[in-house]
């Protein structure tokens, strides 16, 4: 899959995941936050929890690729990810009151003509 495409359709799984989160009563606080280890996707407050949220988005004719888009969220990218939100940690300024930090995980497939098929968010996924 080209770059634009496959940077197209994360961009479409991200909007979906920001808008889905808002209307759950969730605060969107980032989005694609850049740190010198990477970019985390979404940066939320779901109740009182502090949510690193990983969005995969995969389309259906990717069928070289796992059955599921939250199966390609492996072990080594959650350990990235858990870096990733403590150089943000660090860095940041003032933040909103949260209880406790939670790692999500958020899958989306999308057809061939962009629809979503399947939305799947995994709450404290490691």
Request: charged share 30%.
């Amino acid at each position: 899959m080209p770059y634009d495409r496959r940077r197209s359709l994360g961009a479409l799984g991200e909007d979906e995941a920001s808008r889905r989160i808002c209307h759950d009563g969730g605060l969107l606080l980032a989005r694609n936050v850049r740190t010198r280890h990477g970019e985390i996707d979404l940066i939320a407050i779901d109740h009182s929890d502090l949510c690193f949220i990983e969005v995969k988005t995969l389309s259906t004719g990717n069928r070289a690729g796992p059955e599921r888009p939250i199966a390609a969220v492996t072990p080594s990218k959650c350990r990235r990810l858990r870096a990733l939100a403590a150089a943000w940690l660090s860095e940041a300024g003032r933040l909103p009151r949260f209880a406790r930090i939670r790692f999500d995980v958020v899958g989306i497939l999308v057809d061939p003509a962009g629809r979503i098929v399947d939305y799947e968010h995994l709450r404290g996924a490691f």
